[in-house]
Nanobody, 123 residues
Framework: QVQLVESGGGLVQPGGSLRLSCAAS????????MGWYRQAPGKQRELVAR????????DYVDSVKGRFTISRDNAKNTGYLQMNNLKPEDTAVYYC????????????????WGQGTQVTVSS
């Protein structure tokens, strides 16, 4: 079994910062990539940022470019999303997603999700 646990959400004023963490645990063989998604009330879930674990290449949705930074600590099986200059439109539940091979299935990646963490940007 694999678990993803997010932390770091909360209430912040516009212009503030938060750092989200996503810790993967369990029978992990390797993590191929990680991504952060968000879902605001009444909207579809959207990809915010993603990173490949090997090369560390990153990709961002246009609305967060220059403000958010995705990173990872391979040794800790943990991913991060640093969010700066937050805006009210960033308010959403943020979910971590990871492509992981397990010790029982080392050749086939599975997609795993965290439980989500609420980010609210409001004055």
């Amino acid at each position: 079994q694999v678990q993803l646990v997010e932390s770091g959400g909360g209430l912040v004023q516009p212009g503030g910062s938060l750092r989200l963490s996503c810790a993967a645990s369990g029978s992990i063989s390797s993590i191929k990539g990680m991504g952060w998604y968000r879902q605001a009330p009444g909207k579809q879930r959207e990809l915010v940022a993603r990173i490949t674990v090997g090369e560390g290449s990153t990709d961002y949705v246009d609305s967060v470019k220059g403000r958010f930074t995705i990173s990872r600590d391979n040794a800790k099986n943990t991913g991060y999303l640093q969010m700066n200059n937050l805006k009210p439109e960033d308010t959403a539940v943020y979910y971590c997603n990871a492509l992981i091979t397990t010790t029982r299935s080392p050749l086939l990646s599975g997609s795993y999700w965290g439980q989500g963490t609420q980010v609210t940007v409001s004055s």
